[in-house]
């Protein structure tokens, strides 16, 4: 069956960094492109950045270009997200989701179950 | 950058059809794929690729795409189907959620 795990979440101070993990089981990562959405408490779903399987490719939304980092290790079955000068609006859940299809109608098929990140001012 | 309108809410009775409009810029010309998310879980496709259906989602859900506007339709609808429900794109490699609409049954 397949899962998505994430963790590293937590509560933090503005302007610090955290890295946040998000382990895949039951099928091959390396065979799929890889996303992290964002939701803010209350609020409705955000797209923070895309990879592509072999991660030679990065996407990321413009609120997070030049903060956030996504990376992959397909060895580990580890997707990361590396976030740098927290803000208060990074404040949210955040979901690993697994990409399937092809170039203009990927869909997220898989999501994980959330990790809360909370950044204090 | 790319912007999906939804309703922020949609209300329908048990058993009738309840329909959720996604707008954006030449959206036909794009993919839409729909979730649905209920209280306290993460989103589950419910359509994809305009109006392709996953495995284990029931044939009440079904999709359209055309001109300017997507569209769920949920026929039959149930109370278990009560939940946000978003609207997804893809515009020059970045994907685009629409801000969801509250789907409810009563």
């Given at each position: 069956?397949?899962q998505?795990?994430?963790?590293?979440?937590?509560l933090?101070?503005?302007?610090g960094?955290?890295?946040?993990?998000?382990?895949?089981?039951?099928?091959?990562?390396?065979?799929?492109?890889?996303?992290?959405?964002r939701?803010?408490?209350?609020?409705?779903?955000?797209w923070v950045?895309y990879?592509?399987?072999s991660?030679?490719?990065?996407?990321?939304?413009?609120s997070?270009?030049?903060?956030f980092?996504?990376?992959r290790?397909n060895?580990k079955n580890?997707?990361?997200l590396?976030?740098?000068?927290l803000?208060?609006?990074?404040?949210?859940?955040?979901y690993?989701a697994?990409?399937t299809?092809?170039?203009?109608?990927?869909?997220?098929?898989?999501?994980?179950?959330?990790i809360?990140?909370?950044?204090?001012? | 950058?790319?912007?999906?309108?939804?309703?922020?809410?949609?209300?329908?009775?048990?058993?009738?059809?309840?329909?959720?409009?996604?707008?954006?810029?030449?959206?036909g010309?794009?993919y839409?794929?729909?979730?649905?998310?209920?209280?306290?879980?993460?989103?589950v496709?419910?359509?994809?690729?305009?109006?392709?259906?996953?495995?284990?989602?029931?044939?009440?859900?079904?999709g359209?795409?055309?001109?300017?506007?997507?569209?769920?339709?949920?026929?039959?609808t149930?109370?278990?189907?009560?939940?946000?429900?978003?609207?997804?794109?893809?515009?020059?490699s970045?994907?685009?959620?629409?801000?969801?609409?509250?789907?409810?049954?009563?």
């Amino acid at each position: 069956e397949e899962q998505l795990v994430e963790s590293g979440g937590g509560l933090l101070q503005a302007g610090g960094s955290l890295r946040l993990s998000c382990a895949a089981s039951g099928f091959t990562l390396s065979s799929y492109e890889m996303n992290w959405v964002r939701q803010a408490p209350g609020g409705g779903l955000e797209w923070v950045s895309y990879i592509s399987s072999s991660g030679s490719s990065k996407y990321y939304a413009d609120s997070v270009t030049g903060r956030f980092t996504i990376s992959r290790d397909n060895a580990k079955n580890l997707l990361y997200l590396q976030i740098d000068g927290l803000r208060a609006e990074d404040t949210a859940v955040y979901y690993c989701a697994r990409a399937t299809g092809s170039s203009g109608w990927f869909y997220f098929d898989y999501w994980g179950q959330g990790i809360l990140v909370t950044v204090s001012s | 950058s790319y912007d999906l309108t939804q309703p922020p809410s949609v209300s329908v009775s048990p058993g009738q059809t309840a329909s959720i409009t996604c707008s954006g810029d030449k959206l036909g010309q794009k993919y839409a794929s729909w979730y649905q998310q209920k209280s306290g879980q993460s989103p589950v496709v419910v359509i994809y690729k305009d109006n392709q259906r996953p495995s284990g989602i029931p044939e009440r859900f079904s999709g359209s795409n055309s001109g300017n506007t997507a569209t769920l339709t949920i026929s039959g609808t149930q109370t278990t189907d009560e939940a946000d429900y978003y609207c997804q794109a893809w515009d020059r490699s970045t994907a685009v959620f629409g801000g969801g609409t509250k789907l409810t049954v009563l």
